[in-house]
């Protein structure tokens, strides 16, 4: 690994995270797509709480932007994207389809997903021909996405249709009511990525670089889980990507980092107030989120709502350089209500409250009500402090 150790310490270490995330400093300039393209993914999920968690991030980062700007963005043929998996479902940049060839052939030497084909041979003729003779289509109109039961109860036309998108038969570039809408490669895709065939060492060396970039500062733990890889891909190529070693302050793994990542340090940055989604890519490896900010979250939409600590959707408050706490969204008619705010920091109310009120404006609620805040003491110092942002 050339270059000597780098030593950062914890502050350090959480400025170059934020700064590589457009999460420090200036707004990240180009919009939706540039800020894509320094982040490298965009994760997807279907709950919708003050908007998507896509909408989210582009609001984390580019400020009250119109949600058509960011929908338009990311969807439809004039877009340069598509959606694959990488650590989840996400909205990737165009020009990295050649980049994940490893996992389309992966998904071909496996012979099935987790769902299984019962006529595999029938049903992807089918799903071929219909999207070939009639052009993108959506599952429901293939024929229908569920039985009737549970979420994963699918159809065999959608288990089909998600199939040739793993193997990379079909494109996904485009979504309608959030419904994946399917095209063939061939048709969907420009000539120039269809015909690169990278190796499985060349993709695996193209996500580390850009993951590093993304991160600013990681673990090989946290560069194989941005993108879906597995330690032991990463350390196949790290040698080769040129990044820095690096030891930070508190940290047990060696991490690294790069000569373009540590110029923030040379740079004043202001930080900000905003609230975070969950599945932003800041976040969305807890692991990494608590030791970069000794700041513990966890998602509990999918836990019994008795045994809620924070709520369904609690989204944490970036404040300047730190997380400060956490705010459990949901809307009432023209009104948000945030219905939990933990402030586990001594300014923790001030960001919140100026939080609160930008991501009001950007949803065109008139209103903020606090219904409950940890600690209860600070009830009337977070609701102060909201009249007086809002007057």
């Known amino acids: 690994m050339p270059g000597q150790e780098v030593s950062l310490s ?25 800020m894509l393209g320094r982040l490298r993914a965009v994760q997807l999920d279907t709950i919708s709480v003050l908007a998507r968690s896509h909408e989210l991030v582009a609001f984390a980062r580019l400020g009250p932007i119109g949600r058509p700007r960011i929908e338009g963005a990311y969807w439809g043929p004039s877009s340069a994207t598509f959606e694959y998996w990488s650590h989840a479902a996400c909205i990737l940049p165009l020009e990295d389809w050649p980049a994940y060839g490893f996992k389309r052939r992966a998904s071909v030497q496996r012979g099935r997903r987790w769902h299984r084909l019962q006529d595999a041979d029938r049903s992807c003729a089918y799903v071929r021909d219909r999207i070939r003779a009639e052009g993108p289509l959506s599952a429901r109109d293939l024929g229908g996405a569920k039985k009737g039961g549970p979420w994963w109860d699918w159809t065999e036309t959608k288990i089909a249709a998600e199939w040739l998108l793993d193997i990379g038969e079909l494109v996904c570039r485009q979504r309608k009511g959030f419904q994946r809408i399917y095209d063939l490669a061939e048709r969907a895709l420009p000539t120039h990525l269809l015909e690169v065939e990278l190796e499985d060492k060349a993709c695996y060396l193209r996500l580390v670089k850009a993951a590093a970039a993304a991160l600013g500062v990681a673990t090989t733990t946290d560069l194989a889980a941005y993108h879906g890889l597995t330690r032991q891909q990463v350390e196949q190529v790290v040698a080769d990507t040129g990044l820095l070693p690096a030891k930070v ?12 990542a540590l110029g923030a340090l040379q740079r004043r940055m202001r930080g900000r107030a905003v609230l975070v989604s969950p599945f932003d890519s800041l976040t969305w490896y807890r692991e990494r989120t608590e030791r970069v900010f000794g700041f513990r979250h966890r998602l509990e939409a999918y836990v019994p709502r008795s045994k809620r ?38 300014d923790a109310a001030g960001h919140a409250a100026a939080a609160l009120v930008q991501a009001a404006t950007w949803v065109a609620s008139d209103n903020i009500v606090v219904e409950r805040v940890t600690p209860p003491e600070r009830t009337s110092e977070l609701r102060g402090l909201l009249v007086a942002a809002q007057s």
């Open 10 to 34: 914890a502050r350090e270490a959480r400025r170059l995270a934020l700064a590589a995330q457009a999460l420090l400093g200036p707004r990240a300039g180009g919009g939706p797509t540039g």
């Open 309 to 346: 600590v924070h709520g369904y959707f609690s989204m944490p408050v970036l404040g300047g350089d730190r997380l400060v706490g956490l705010v459990d969204p949901g809307r009432l008619g023209r009104t948000l209500v945030a219905k939990h705010v933990s402030l586990d920091t001594k």
């Open 249 to 260: 302050e508190g940290w047990d793994q060696p991490a690294f980092t790069s000569e373009v």
